[in-house]
């Protein structure tokens, strides 16, 4: 990116092309956030961040006896 004399328009053009990228990116299905990290978790075309899954990563000491 180019910079002006004009700060104000650099920083708005900065933005937008931030916003472009974001757009790009995949949309995690749990929490609707774009997915910014490397990795993602696609089960059965269902698309997670990490930190969704995290949400539901469980011991299996909690589903036996």
């Not at 933005?15 to 995949?26: A, F, H, R």
């Not at 990290?37 to 909690?62: A, K, P």
């Amino acid at each position: 990116m180019r910079y002006t004399d004009d700060p104000h328009m650099d920083f708005l053009r900065h933005e937008e092309e931030l916003q472009k990228q974001l757009d790009e990116l995949p949309i995690c299905d749990e929490c609707g956030e774009p997915i910014q990290t490397e990795d993602l978790y696609d089960i059965d075309g269902v698309l997670f961040c990490e930190n969704c899954m995290e949400g539901h990563r469980r011991s299996v000491e909690e589903y036996t006896e």
